[in-house]
């Protein structure tokens, strides 16, 4: 049968269905908590849909046997989570979000980290997803040296006997953050 586009499709509504979900499961220890909409909303980049992003625009045939016209990737590239099996978004899609320099202050190593792409906080969605930056320093023949040192941004959640969140140092979009580590 013929396709025929569905407007649908392209607005964030659909997408936050499931990325905007909170709720709480008193007596138990566990509830759902994602705010990907409320953060996007609250950003930079709340005037693009949520597909702009994370389906790239695509000319090619929509069905069999159907001329190319315009579309939209199906890889939801962010997160790196494969949707389907062994198939996951290509890399030069959309990118991590995380951006990180680094450069030597004195006696401090200076490590910037930006969400330089998200538009909504980062990492976003399961309350337990986060970003682990390890540092580590080597001598020039390749040894280690001193202990590494690991920066982690999200959320932390006390589970029991209520879930209680108790941190979260997640970046918000365009946001960027400097760690001082002593060398």
């Not at 950003?43 to 389906?55: D, K, L």
């Not at 046997?65 to 790196?80: L, N, Q, S, V």
């Not at 202050?105 to 330089?116: C, F, P, T």
């Not at 682990?132 to 690991?150: D, K, L, M, N, Y």
Request: aromatic content about 10%; overall charge negative; proline content about 9%.
């Amino acid at each position: 049968h013929p396709t025929r586009r569905a407007e649908r499709f392209n607005e964030a509504s659909l997408c936050l269905e499931c990325h905007q979900a909170v709720r709480s499961y008193p007596g138990k220890d566990f509830i759902c908590v994602f705010e990907t909409g409320d953060e996007w909303r609250r950003g930079p980049y709340a005037r693009y849909s949520c597909q702009f992003c994370h389906m790239q625009p695509v000319v090619r045939p929509q069905a069999a046997g159907e001329p190319p016209r315009p579309g939209r990737r199906h890889y939801w590239p962010g997160a790196g989570i494969y949707k389907v099996e062994d198939f996951g978004p290509p890399l030069d899609q959309l990118g991590f979000g995380l951006d990180v320099s680094v450069r030597r202050a004195g006696d401090e190593l200076e490590v910037e980290l930006s969400n330089a792409a998200a538009g909504h906080l980062l990492p976003t969605g399961d309350p337990e997803r986060h970003i682990r930056v390890r540092v580590s320093f080597t001598s020039a023949a390749g040894e280690s040296i001193g202990e590494p040192h690991e920066i982690r941004i999200g959320q932390i959640w006390e589970w029991w006997p209520e879930p209680k969140k108790l941190a979260d140092n997640r970046l918000a979009p365009l946001e960027s953050r400097l760690e001082a580590i002593a060398v």
